[in-house]
C-alpha cells in the first residue's frame, strides 16, 4: 500500500460546473476525512465517515458539497455550480480509528475560474 | 470556536541556525496535538503527536515540547538544512463528539537558505 491517494492533483473548472474528486485511503482504515486548504490559512475540517457512515458535517459544507464513501473504501467530493470561492486544495486523510494517527494524500487543487 | 495560533507566520533561516516555532491551543477539553510537515507538491507529513502535558518528542534534529495546561508546544529545529524547507502545521484534536478530527493552525512557512 503506497499511502492515500487523491485524483485528480489538479482541476481547473468554470464557474457552474460541477466536479468530483475522489481519494483512496489505506486499506483496512476506517476512518476518511475530507480537509480543504485556502490561501494563507490551514486546512479546515470539512467532513468525515467512519466506515460507510458520514458522521460529521461542517457548517463549512453547504448544499453546493456532497461526499461519499459507499463501501467504506474510497470517498467522492463532489461540488456542483461551483463558485470562485470554491478554489482551493482539498485535502483527503485517513486513520485506522477515531484517535489515531492520520495519514494525507497529495491534495486536489481546485481552480475555478 | 476552538482557534489554533501559530507563530511566526513565516521564517527565513541560514542553513546551520536553530529555529523554533509556536502553537497555542484551547487547554480545555484536550485530546492531541499533532504537529506535520508540509513540503510543496507533496503530501501533509505527521512528525509528532502528543498527548501528555510535558510531553517532549524528538525525531533527528526535529524535537517537540508540549504544555496541555497552558495550551501551547514549540517545535525545534537543530541545524536547519535546505531540505527542512516546508509549512509546519500544528492541530488539535479534542474530546467530545467530534472526536478525531484535526483543527489545524494556519500554518508556518519555513525557509532555510543555503
Known amino acids: 500500500d503506497t499511502g492515500v491517494s487523491q485524483?485528480?492533483?489538479?482541476?481547473?473548472?468554470?464557474?457552474?460546473?460541477?466536479?468530483?474528486?475522489?481519494?483512496?485511503?489505506?486499506?483496512?482504515?476506517?476512518?476518511?476525512?475530507?480537509?480543504?486548504q485556502t490561501l494563507g490559512q490551514g486546512p479546515e475540517f470539512l467532513t468525515y465517515f467512519q466506515n460507510e457512515a458520514q458522521l460529521e458535517k461542517s457548517r463549512l459544507l453547504s448544499d453546493r458539497f456532497s461526499a461519499e464513501r459507499p463501501k467504506g473504501s474510497f470517498s467522492t467530493l463532489e461540488i456542483q455550480r461551483t463558485e470562485q470561492g470554491d478554489s482551493a486544495m482539498y485535502?483527503?486523510?485517513?486513520?485506522?480509528?477515531?484517535?489515531?494517527?492520520?495519514?494525507?494524500g497529495p491534495g486536489t487543487r481546485l481552480t475555478v475560474t | 470556536i476552538l482557534n489554533v495560533e501559530q507563530s511566526p507566520q513565516s521564517?527565513?533561516?541560514q542553513e546551520g541556525d536553530s529555529t523554533n516555532f509556536t502553537c497555542s491551543f484551547p487547554s480545555s477539553n484536550f485530546y492531541a496535538l499533532h504537529w506535520y510537515r508540509w513540503e510543496t507538491a507533496k503530501s501533509p507529513e505527521a512528525l509528532f503527536v502528543m498527548t501528555l502535558n510535558g510531553d517532549e518528542k524528538k525525531k533527528g534534529r526535529i524535537s517537540a515540547t508540549l504544555n496541555t495546561k497552558e495550551g501551547y508546544s514549540y517545535l525545534y529545529i537543530k541545524?536547519?538544512?535546505?531540505?527542512?524547507?516546508?509549512?509546519?502545521?500544528?492541530?488539535?484534536?479534542?474530546?467530545?463528539?467530534?472526536?478525531?478530527?484535526?483543527?489545524?493552525?494556519?500554518?508556518?512557512i519555513l525557509t532555510v537558505h543555503p
Open chain 1, 7 to 36: 485524483d485528480p492533483r489538479h482541476k481547473i473548472t468554470k464557474r457552474g460546473q460541477n466536479v468530483t474528486f475522489r481519494c483512496d485511503p489505506i486499506s483496512e482504515h476506517n476512518r476518511l476525512y475530507w480537509y480543504r
Open chain 1, 91 to 104: 485535502l483527503c486523510a485517513s486513520s485506522l480509528g477515531a484517535g489515531d494517527e492520520q495519514y494525507f
Open chain 2, 11 to 13: 521564517l527565513h533561516v
Open chain 2, 79 to 108: 541545524g536547519s538544512q535546505p531540505e527542512d524547507s516546508a509549512t509546519y502545521l500544528c492541530a488539535f484534536t479534542y474530546g467530545g463528539t467530534s472526536y478525531g478530527k484535526l483543527t489545524f493552525g494556519q500554518g508556518t
